[in-house]
């Protein structure tokens, strides 16, 4: 049942019917209400303590949700401790479960009936309206001829574009000469489309690309389970390896599911695989509604699909006989879920390509420690693309000390001599420019020049964000969106020396403008993307080199391919650096290392300034050097020692209270219960680093160590002693967010 936190439920199958099948939907009551659930299995042996209620009523007559995904579902609410309810519900399109029957977009479509073939017999022979039989109007008449020479019938907006309105149909229809009726339409998930869908050019695979799908192509053919990684460098051509895989396994009978992290971020991808694939490609992206992902979950489920492009949740996709699966960019922190069932999407990849033997694909410029590692262990094949496509060299990478630099040009220096000039000589030769800073806002906080007070999130611990929204100064939480006006005098001393410090997208953004006024600036970050639609339109004025400065977060580093962008600029690179969070180095590695790559990846080379405040940390010099193995090895070191995944695996666990002791008291005694059981370390309880989040007050504590199952029977145990502490707790297997 799509109820939270409950587990399985066991329902009697009236004596006349017969087990519905596993997949199958029924009604069932739970407590009064009556609601739809997929049947899992027979149970094993029923309580008897408890009356066992029947099944209301049986949906299907046979699996809606294919037995695969079930299985799948059951392995994610296991591994994560979600509900299992729960879990197959984040499977299916949004309210997969509660359409009773599923909703279809119809489209009216006119016909005619034999009445109406024989008056527009007459109409032809006569060329005009034959005396005997009903008098019809010129528009009737012709809509006639047109349905005459259209014996499938025409659907209203046809009629309607050849000037046909309704009206004159349903006169026909009254008069016994036109019959309607209804058909169901997949609407056309490429109405929101991302962009123009590049050109199929039908190249060369490179030396490396080559070699990498003479070890691919086998696995892929050898119809068992296996994992590859792809360890390809920025612009190495990992897409063209997907798509010849992609290829190879379709034309065997088998389909192919592929992962992205954000079709809109990389719309490219997409529009690749739909030109190489046409019709039987779905793309699954941000921009469909809830009937559209409806729409198209029922194609696949029907067969009619061979290829599923879509973010995270797509790996539940009731794709048959995956033979391939792909996830592009498998760092990418958007892969895990953060709410229940707060699953990795590659974690769940490979999963999938366990259960149908098939071969599993991850690709990165900038491998994730734990997939890395299993490569070295030989868990994984690794395969790498070490050289740009066609020889094209990487991007020269340099740091700005900004100490040196604000030393020279004063303390509040954003952008430096050397980024400046760069702009400016892209400018100057009609080339495009990227600048980067992971923090969006004008200001990081105001603070009190005489208490030092910050103005702080009600709900939340944090201090607010200040955003510039026309003249006005506004504070926001960027936790839970809380908003008010920055006030002129400090909320505690009342003293009027507000001052803003530090500084997000915005002000990059004003400094830009102001610098080079007559270049076409845009900002990417989620203040700007709110609307929907619009990164997908900046992203393609970008392309088609109509704007010269694209500013923004993460969102730009991600895997666009834009060859015209020939410099890259990091400000604040060490934004990251710092926070309490083990991932944070190599967080840092990723972003520098991903935005750099994309610059120069045209003809002419590509430039990267990097500025930050801490210029030697290993972080931001090997992602300089763009040398990803002497990272992994260098952190792998740190980890092992500071015993971080994937050194060992962690749980994270919160628990929520009203009142922070509430919160403790809570995390307590489940810890307590936890510490029964051994052969992990139980560190904690402690406020959690967001010690209040939407009002709520938090204290949390970690599992570590090397058996996932011996801590997830510990933490199943103690959940079911303490049930009643039932919602406050979330539980996390591996976390991404420590906070
Ligand atoms: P990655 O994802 O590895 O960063 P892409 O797949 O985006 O790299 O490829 C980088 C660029 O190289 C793209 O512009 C792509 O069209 C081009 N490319 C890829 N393979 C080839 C090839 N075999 N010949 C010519 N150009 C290629
Ligand atoms: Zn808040």
């Given at each position: 049942?799509?109820?939270?936190?409950?587990?399985?439920?066991?329902?009697?199958?009236?004596?006349?019917?017969?087990?519905?099948?596993?997949?199958?939907?029924?009604?069932?009551?739970?407590?009064?209400?009556?609601?739809?659930?997929?049947?899992?299995?027979?149970?094993?042996?029923?309580?008897?303590?408890?009356?066992?209620?029947?099944?209301?009523?049986?949906?299907?007559?046979?699996?809606?949700?294919?037995?695969?995904?079930?299985?799948?579902?059951?392995?994610?609410?296991?591994?994560?401790?979600?509900?299992?309810?729960?879990?197959?519900?984040?499977?299916?399109?949004?309210?997969?479960?509660?359409?009773?029957?599923?909703?279809?977009?119809?489209?009216?479509?006119?016909?005619?009936?034999?009445?109406?073939?024989?008056?527009?017999?007459?109409?032809?022979?006569?060329?005009?309206?034959?005396?005997?039989?009903?008098?019809?109007?010129?528009?009737?008449?012709?809509?006639?001829?047109?349905?005459?020479?259209?014996?499938?019938?025409?659907?209203?907006?046809?009629?309607?574009?050849?000037?046909?309105?309704?009206?004159?149909?349903?006169?026909?229809t009254a008069l016994g000469l036109v019959a309607i009726r209804h058909d169901r339409v997949d609407r056309d998930p490429f109405e929101h489309a991302v962009s123009a869908a590049a050109p199929h050019v039908d190249r060369a695979a490179t030396d490396e690309q080559q070699a990498a799908l003479d070890r691919l192509l086998p696995m892929a053919h050898a119809r068992s389970f296996g994992v590859a990684l792809?360890?390809?460098?920025?612009?190495?051509?990992?897409?063209?390896?997907?798509?010849?895989?992609?290829?190879?396994?379709?034309?065997?009978?088998?389909?192919?599911?592929?992962?992205?992290?954000?079709?809109?971020?990389?719309?490219?991808?997409?529009?690749?695989?739909?030109?190489?694939?046409?019709?039987?490609?779905?793309?699954?992206?941000?921009?469909?509604?809830?009937?559209?992902?409806?729409?198209?979950?029922?194609?696949?489920?029907?067969?009619?699909?061979?290829?599923?492009?879509?973010?995270?949740?797509?790996?539940?996709?009731?794709?048959?006989?995956?033979?391939?699966?792909?996830?592009?960019?498998?760092?990418?922190?958007?892969?895990?879920?953060?709410?229940?069932?707060?699953?990795?999407?590659?974690?769940?990849?490979?999963?999938?390509?366990?259960?149908?033997?098939?071969?599993?694909?991850?690709?990165?410029?900038?491998?994730?420690?734990?997939?890395?590692?299993?490569?070295?262990?030989?868990?994984?094949?690794?395969?790498?693309?070490?050289?740009?496509?066609?020889?094209?060299?990487?991007?020269?990478?340099?740091?700005?000390?900004?100490?040196?630099?604000?030393?020279?040009?004063?303390?509040?220096?954003?952008?430096?001599?050397?980024?400046?000039?760069?702009?400016?000589?892209?400018?100057?030769?009609?080339?495009?420019?990227?600048?980067?800073?992971?923090?969006?806002?004008?200001?990081?906080?105001?603070?009190?020049?005489?208490?030092?007070?910050?103005?702080?999130?009600?709900?939340?611990?944090?201090?607010?964000?200040?955003?510039?929204?026309?003249?006005?100064?506004?504070?926001?939480?960027?936790?839970?969106?809380?908003?008010?006006?920055?006030?002129?005098?400090?909320?505690?001393?009342?003293?009027?020396?507000?001052?803003?410090?530090?500084?997000?997208?915005?002000?990059?953004?004003?400094?830009?403008?102001?610098?080079?006024p007559s270049a076409r600036v845009a900002r990417v970050d989620r203040d700007t993307v709110r609307r929907k639609g619009s990164l997908v339109q900046t992203l393609a004025r970008v392309a088609r080199r109509e704007v010269d400065i694209l500013i923004g977060t993460q969102m730009i580093a991600k895997g666009h391919d834009f060859p015209e962008v020939t410099l890259v600029g990091v400000i604040s690179a060490?934004?990251?650096?710092?926070?309490?969070?083990?991932?944070?180095?190599?967080?840092?590695?990723?972003?520098?290392?991903?935005?750099?790559?994309?610059?120069?990846?045209?003809?002419?080379?590509?430039?990267?300034?990097?500025?930050?405040?801490?210029?030697?940390?290993?972080?931001?010099?090997?992602?300089?050097?763009?040398?990803?193995?002497?990272?992994?090895?260098?952190?792998?070191?740190?980890?092992?020692?500071?015993?971080?995944?994937?050194?060992?695996?962690?749980?994270?666990?919160?628990?929520?209270?009203?009142?922070?002791?509430?919160?403790?008291?809570?995390?307590?005694?489940?810890?307590?219960?936890?510490?029964?059981?051994?052969?992990?370390?139980?560190?904690?309880?402690?406020?959690?680093?967001?010690?209040?989040?939407?009002?709520?007050?938090?204290?949390?504590?970690?599992?570590?160590?090397?058996?996932?199952?011996?801590?997830?029977?510990?933490?199943?145990?103690?959940?079911?002693?303490?049930?009643?502490?039932?919602k406050r707790v979330s539980v996390d297997v591996d976390p991404l967010s420590m906070l």
């Amino acid at each position: 049942m799509p109820v939270p936190a409950l587990g399985l439920l066991t329902y009697r199958v009236p004596a006349d019917q017969p087990m519905p099948s596993a997949g199958a939907r029924v009604m069932v009551l739970v407590g009064p209400r009556t609601m739809t659930g997929v049947v899992l299995g027979e149970a094993a042996a029923a309580d008897t303590a408890y009356t066992i209620k029947p099944i209301t009523q049986v949906v299907d007559d046979h699996a809606f949700v294919p037995p695969d995904i079930v299985k799948l579902t059951e392995w994610v609410s296991e591994y994560y401790l979600a509900g299992p309810g729960a879990t197959l519900a984040a499977a299916l399109p949004p309210h997969g479960l509660t359409a009773r029957t599923d909703r279809f977009k119809t489209v009216r479509v006119a016909a005619l009936t034999a009445a109406g073939l024989d008056m527009a017999d007459r109409l032809a022979a006569h060329s005009a309206v034959p005396a005997e039989g009903p008098r019809l109007g010129r528009r009737q008449a012709e809509a006639l001829r047109l349905l005459q020479g259209s014996p499938d019938g025409l659907t209203a907006p046809v009629l309607a574009d050849r000037g046909i309105a309704s009206a004159a149909v349903n006169a026909l229809t009254a008069l016994g000469l036109v019959a309607i009726r209804h058909d169901r339409v997949d609407r056309d998930p490429f109405e929101h489309a991302v962009s123009a869908a590049a050109p199929h050019v039908d190249r060369a695979a490179t030396d490396e690309q080559q070699a990498a799908l003479d070890r691919l192509l086998p696995m892929a053919h050898a119809r068992s389970f296996g994992v590859a990684l792809i360890h390809g460098v920025t612009g190495s051509g990992k897409t063209e390896v997907y798509l010849r895989l992609a290829e190879a396994v379709r034309t065997s009978g088998r389909g192919v599911l592929m992962l992205v992290p954000e079709i809109a971020l990389t719309p490219q991808v997409a529009a690749l695989f739909r030109a190489r694939f046409g019709e039987a490609v779905a793309i699954q992206h941000s921009g469909l509604s809830d009937g559209e992902r409806h729409d198209q979950w029922h194609r696949i489920r029907r067969g009619d699909v061979d290829v599923v492009i879509g973010t995270r949740s797509a790996v539940f996709a009731p794709l048959a006989r995956p033979g391939l699966v792909i996830v592009d960019e498998e760092h990418d922190t958007s892969y895990k879920q953060d709410e229940t069932p707060r699953y990795h999407g590659r974690d769940v990849a490979i999963m999938r390509g366990k259960f149908a033997s098939a071969l599993v694909v991850l690709g990165s410029a900038t491998p994730t420690m734990e997939s890395y590692t299993n490569a070295l262990e030989g868990k994984y094949t690794l395969v790498s693309l070490n050289r740009r496509v066609l020889d094209r060299p990487l991007p020269g990478v340099s740091v700005i000390n900004m100490r040196e630099e604000m030393a020279a040009t004063g303390e509040d220096a954003v952008l430096s001599r050397r980024l400046i000039a760069g702009i400016g000589a892209r400018l100057d030769r009609g080339e495009q420019s990227l600048i980067l800073l992971n923090r969006r806002g004008f200001a990081t906080a105001v603070i009190c020049r005489q208490c030092s007070a910050t103005i702080e999130c009600p709900n939340c611990s944090i201090s607010l964000t200040i955003h510039k929204h026309g003249a006005h100064w506004h504070g926001r939480c960027h936790y839970c969106n809380f908003l008010k006006p920055v006030p002129k005098t400090c909320e505690k001393c009342a003293a009027p020396y507000m001052e803003r410090v530090g500084f997000g997208t915005e002000r990059v953004e004003a400094e830009v403008r102001r610098l080079f006024p007559s270049a076409r600036v845009a900002r990417v970050d989620r203040d700007t993307v709110r609307r929907k639609g619009s990164l997908v339109q900046t992203l393609a004025r970008v392309a088609r080199r109509e704007v010269d400065i694209l500013i923004g977060t993460q969102m730009i580093a991600k895997g666009h391919d834009f060859p015209e962008v020939t410099l890259v600029g990091v400000i604040s690179a060490d934004v990251g650096l710092g926070l309490a969070d083990f991932r944070s180095n190599e967080r840092t590695f990723q972003l520098l290392t991903q935005v750099a790559g994309r610059a120069g990846r045209g003809t002419r080379r590509g430039e990267a300034i990097i500025q930050s405040l801490l210029p030697n940390h290993y972080a931001i010099t090997l992602a300089c050097t763009q040398d990803y193995r002497q990272f992994y090895d260098t952190e792998v070191k740190y980890r092992r020692a500071m015993r971080y995944p994937p050194h060992v695996a962690m749980v994270n666990v919160v628990v929520r209270g009203q009142t922070f002791e509430d919160a403790m008291q809570g995390a307590r005694s489940l810890a307590g219960e936890a510490r029964n059981a051994r052969g992990f370390a139980l560190l904690g309880p402690a406020p959690a680093p967001l010690t209040r989040l939407r009002g709520e007050h938090r204290a949390q504590f970690f599992l570590k160590g090397t058996n996932r199952r011996v801590m997830r029977e510990a933490l199943q145990l103690a959940l079911s002693r303490k049930a009643s502490l039932g919602k406050r707790v979330s539980v996390d297997v591996d976390p991404l967010s420590m906070l």
